[in-house]
Antibody
Framework: EVQVVESGGGLVKPGGSLRLSCAAS????????MSWVRQAPGKGLEWVGR??????????DYAAPVKGRFTVSRDDSKNTLYLQMNSLKTDDTAVYYC?????????????WGQGTLVTVSS | DIQMTQSPSSLSASVGDRVTITCRAS??????LNWYQQKPGKAPKLLIY???SLQSGVPSTFSGSGSGTDFTLTITSLQPEDFATYYC?????????FGQGTKVEIK
């Protein structure tokens, strides 16, 4: 059974940093493209960023609001995805979801974690 | 970035109704369009990928259509468990933008 479980959320002050983790199981993590999606309280879904599989270069892409502040990385030896968040703003307050991306006629987020809440507040 | 616009933003419907949600892209995205369902306090769930392919395990009352810039999610007979918020997402390029969501409520 595929599982992705996020952790690391919490309360952080504006300008601070936080690192989220996503532990994956039930599939060959090293072959997977992975994404982060967030949802501010009472708002819609926002795609944050994506990392390709290591054997496809492990390259990353980001949404404009987080580019230069957030970094997606992976440790295939630990089957874990990370989201390093720096220079946090109050607008970054959201539930952050880790997703497993699959391709069949197009990319889609097939498996989602339960999410971890990040609150940026003084 | 490609903008995705859903309509309506919300709708009220009864069990058994046929419901149609529209998603429009700001440029042509071929068939690179996904639909997700989200219930309160839960993670989104994939319903439709590549515009019209039904994800395994999703009831056949759900269907997707369209290509280019205009897409539709149809629920042919609304069930109690279908009351939720629905999002479209383009996967033509990054950032993989979402529509703003359509909340389906009980009439």
């Amino acid at each position: 059974e595929v599982q992705v479980v996020e952790s690391g959320g919490g309360l952080v002050k504006p300008g601070g940093s936080l690192r989220l983790s996503c532990a994956a199981s039930g599939f060959i993590f090293s072959n997977a493209w992975m994404s982060w999606v967030r949802q501010a309280p009472g708002k819609g879904l926002e795609w944050v960023g994506r990392i390709k599989s290591t054997n496809e270069g492990g390259t990353t892409d980001y949404a404009a609001p987080v580019k230069g502040r957030f970094t997606v990385s992976r440790d295939d030896s630990k089957n874990t995805l990370y989201l390093q968040m720096n220079s946090l703003k109050t607008d970054d307050t959201a539930v952050y979801y880790c997703t497993t991306d699959l391709y069949l006629g197009g990319w889609y987020s097939r498996y989602w974690g339960q999410g971890t809440l990040v609150t940026v507040s003084s | 970035d490609i903008q995705m616009t859903q309509s309506p933003s919300s709708l009220s419907a009864s069990v058994g109704d046929r419901v149609t949600i529209t998603c429009r892209a700001s440029q042509s995205i071929g068939s690179y369009l996904n639909w997700y369902q989200q219930k309160p306090g839960k993670a989104p769930k994939l319903l439709i990928y590549a515009a019209s392919s039904l994800q395994s395990g999703v009831p056949s009352t759900f269907s997707g259509s369209g290509s280019g810039t205009d897409f539709t999610l149809t629920i042919t007979s609304l069930q109690p468990e279908d009351f939720a918020t629905y999002y479209c997402q383009q996967s033509y390029n990054t950032p993989r933008t979402f529509g703003q969501g359509t909340k389906v409520e009980i009439k």
